[in-house]
């Protein structure tokens, strides 16, 4: 292991324990102050909400059923019918949105008309009333939220995203070389035949356009005229000579390299989903470049593949020609309503959630994942159009929930 790697293993250390001693986590679904007791329970392992001698007990009851509220209530340790008192509950979530619930009597108890929605995390209002009487109470109720000051946040390398509207890309993995671009490569032939009087450049030579390559006096005139490059680029070939007398060959071949060629064979199956235009992203071993499809020919030998053909920026010279590389082309953009990235995601118990922020706040949001291109996943449900998630990093917030001993105790 070299000093680098053990450098960045000991920063990434440092910042995992520092966030863990650092931040705020509201793992479980009670009270989270610290310097008060966790609330009392009652028979139904519900929380006790207590007006002197009228006690309600809420419940979140999730067996069998979707999470709904169960509540009963008590005067003087008697119980009351439910069809006897009514109850309110506000829930308001991170970010403001608020949940209402009404109720209906079933049993001995009053039963939530709709579903509690993961997570169970929310400030709480509740409101009974009995024999025209109000009953008022309100609690925070967190779990799966961390608390991280911006600082510690930016340290630690959180990176936000805007949950958004976009397309997923259908992708075909093509596999070819790089080449010269022929558009790019200039054979230089004498105007005039003659006798060579003066070569300028050799192989390897770079040249400007306009920039003199070989000086030959034409037979017939035994004037001397210049041979210039067409293009900028480097000499690749010589076939001249002083003293040689110029025939139909080639003297000079030039290639400007500055953009280069790939090309990537089609077998017959794929043929009909790649065409001219398509972008695709060209990888070699440590180079990556976008670019698009700009032609399709029929193989040379009769085979029954395609060849694609794509350009390259190599105004770098980072390119090698001869690279084999392998190409990943879009054969299609899916539109979809909420799309995040990959990288966001986390498991975390039995889903699969992102962080959402909201000041210094992060929230757990378990999602209903739809179809994925393998950097972008369509969101069903859990999520919602502008909220901000967390990109990278979100696992050092997954860190602090799991050692919090997170529970699901409501």
């Known amino acids: 292991m070299n000093k680098n790697m053990m450098n960045n293993i000991l920063k990434n250390l440092s910042l ?17 102050d610290e310097e008060s007791a966790k609330p009392e329970k009652g028979p139904h392992n519900g929380r006790l909400l207590i007006d002197e001698k009228f006690v309600v007990e809420l419940a979140i009851f999730e067996r069998g059923v979707p999470p709904e509220y169960r509540v009963w209530a008590s005067v003087d340790g008697k119980p009351i019918a439910p069809k006897d008192w009514q109850l309110n509950i506000e829930l308001t979530r991170l970010g403001g949105k608020v949940d209402k619930f009404r109720f209906v009597a079933q049993d001995d108890f009053l039963r939530s008309q709709s579903e509690v929605t993961e997570p169970h995390s929310f400030d709480v209002s509740v409101t009974a009333t009995y024999k025209n009487q109000q009953h008022h109470w309100t609690f925070p109720s967190y779990e799966g939220r961390v608390q ?31 080449l010269p671009d022929p558009d790019q490569v200039r054979k230089i032939n004498a105007r005039f035949p003659g006798i060579i009087r003066s070569v300028k450049v050799r192989v ?25 490059s067409p293009i900028t680029g480097i000499i690749v070939a010589r076939n001249a000579n002083e003293g040689e007398i110029t025939n139909e060959q080639a003297l000079f071949v030039i290639a400007d390299y500055r953009q280069l060629s790939v090309n990537l064979p089609v077998f017959s199956q794929d043929a009909a989903r790649v065409k001219a235009g398509q972008k695709l992203r060209i990888k070699s071993d440590k180079q990556e470049s976008i670019s698009q499809v700009t032609s399709l020919t029929p193989a040379a030998d009769g ?23 392998d190409a990943s082309i879009t054969i299609a953009e899916i539109p979809v309503a909420l799309m995040i990235d990959n990288r966001a995601l986390q498991n975390f118990r039995d889903w699969q959630v992102v962080f959402i922020q909201v000041g210094d706040n992060y929230e757990i949001r378990p999602l209903e994942l739809g179809q994925t291109d393998g950097q972008f996943t369509e969101v069903l449900d859990g999520l919602n159009v502008g909220d901000r998630y967390v990109v990278e990093n979100s696992y050092l917030l997954k860190a602090d929930l799991e050692k919090s001993g997170a529970s699901h105790d409501h």
């Open 16 to 32: 995992v324990l520092l966030m863990l001693v650092s931040v705020t986590v509201y793992a479980s679904g009670d009270d989270h």
């Open 204 to 228: 390897g030579t770079q040249v400007s356009a306009g920039g003199i390559l070989a000086i030959v006096e034409a037979n017939e005139s035994l004037r001397s005229y210049n041979i210039t």
């Open 303 to 325: 085979s029954p593949t395609l060849t694609a053909r794509a350009t390259i920026d190599n105004a770098n010279n980072v390119w090698t020609i001869g690279n084999w590389v």
């Open 148 to 178: 991280l000051s911006t600082a510690l946040a930016t340290q630690s390398g959180l990176t936000t995203a805007i949950a958004d509207a976009g397309k997923l890309q259908q992708h075909l993995k093509l596999y070819g070389q790089v």
